[in-house]
């Protein structure tokens, strides 16, 4: 099955907790796997960070939302344990407690309470609701930032002419670290194409291999022929790698025939060439930076040692 939500976890990690108490995060974990079946390969599962698996994450949270609502305690560092209110909690045999549930305690609404809101204003339902953890709607959100900001880039790309479509091209590639200098990489890419080459850039600032480009402005979906033309260009040319970019897409017989070459033939869409604007920072520019923090235990654990 799939890694249930951290809300689905609470109860569930509740009752872990009442019948061993303390216990370790380690020790809940464990149970809490083998009561969901949870496989390997979803224990193993790790956060986009690659700093935390997304089970143990989930865990994390669903005990952090359990201790502000006073059912859980915590003694010391990765250690808890089952409060009074929360043997009263679990000896009312709730179906499932999840943030609605919790917000009927003060201190959750407390610690629920959005900045500048009445006392005992609670946050929207839609939001309280919300089966994803805090850090996972924030990249559920930069997620959706990334998506519609990728079809915006697309959409003016193709507005461009030709030949503003190779110099975003050359931005782009120089942005990744291809081509040395932007001057170097202009005085080869563009002008107007040789036999289905439209240009020669630097694989490095060295210029020990050459890659050979080819940048089309198009609509329509690129098929196997364009890319057949394409590698027997490159053949002409004695060449080993090549780079198609399109603004459109690629058919999949097309994405077959290039990984069956010998010769090295890059194929990049417009979704791809739009997360790769994103990533030279071609076309875009800051709007907004947030820094999501963590609580250092390493520090606290010094103080208390001191």
Do not use: C, H
Request: net charge neutral; charged share 20%.
């Amino acid at each position: 099955m799939a890694i249930p939500d951290f809300q689905t976890l609470m109860l569930p990690a509740l009752r872990v907790l009442s019948t061993v108490s303390p216990a370790t995060t380690a020790q809940v974990r464990t149970a809490l796997a083998a009561e969901f079946g949870l496989t390997a390969a979803e224990l193993a599962e790790l956060l986009p960070s690659g700093r935390q698996t997304t089970f143990a994450n989930r865990v994390a949270w669903a005990y952090s939302y359990l201790k502000q609502a006073g059912l859980i305690a915590s003694p010391r560092r990765g250690v808890y344990e089952i409060t009074a209110r929360g043997r009263e909690t679990l000896a009312q045999s709730p179906g499932r407690i999840d943030i609605p549930f919790l917000s009927r305690f003060a201190e959750f609404q407390a610690f629920r309470q959005p900045a500048g809101n009445a006392p005992g204003e609670i946050a929207a339902p839609a939001l309280t609701a919300a089966p994803l953890t805090p850090d996972e709607q924030i990249r559920a959100g930069y997620k959706r930032l990334r998506e519609a900001l990728a079809a915006q880039l697309l959409e003016r790309t193709l507005s461009l002419s030709p030949s503003s479509f190779e110099r975003l091209v050359v931005d782009v590639l120089v942005g990744l670290g291809y081509g040395g200098s932007r001057l170097d990489a202009a005085e080869v890419v563009g002008g107007g194409g040789d036999e289905g080459i439209d240009g020669i850039i630097k694989e490095d600032r060295l210029g020990l291999e050459s890659i050979y480009v080819q940048a089309k402005r198009w609509q329509g979906t690129v098929g196997r022929p364009e890319i057949q033309r394409f590698a027997g260009a490159l053949q002409g040319q004695r060449a080993r790698k090549g780079i198609f970019i399109t603004t459109s897409t690629f058919t999949a017989d097309a994405v077959s025939y290039a990984r069956g070459l010998q010769t090295t033939i890059v194929l990049i869409d417009g979704r791809q060439l739009a997360e790769l604007m994103m990533e030279a920072g071609v076309g875009v520019s800051p709007a907004e930076e947030i820094r999501v923090l963590r609580a250092d235990e390493d520090y606290f654990e010094g103080l208390d040692a001191s």
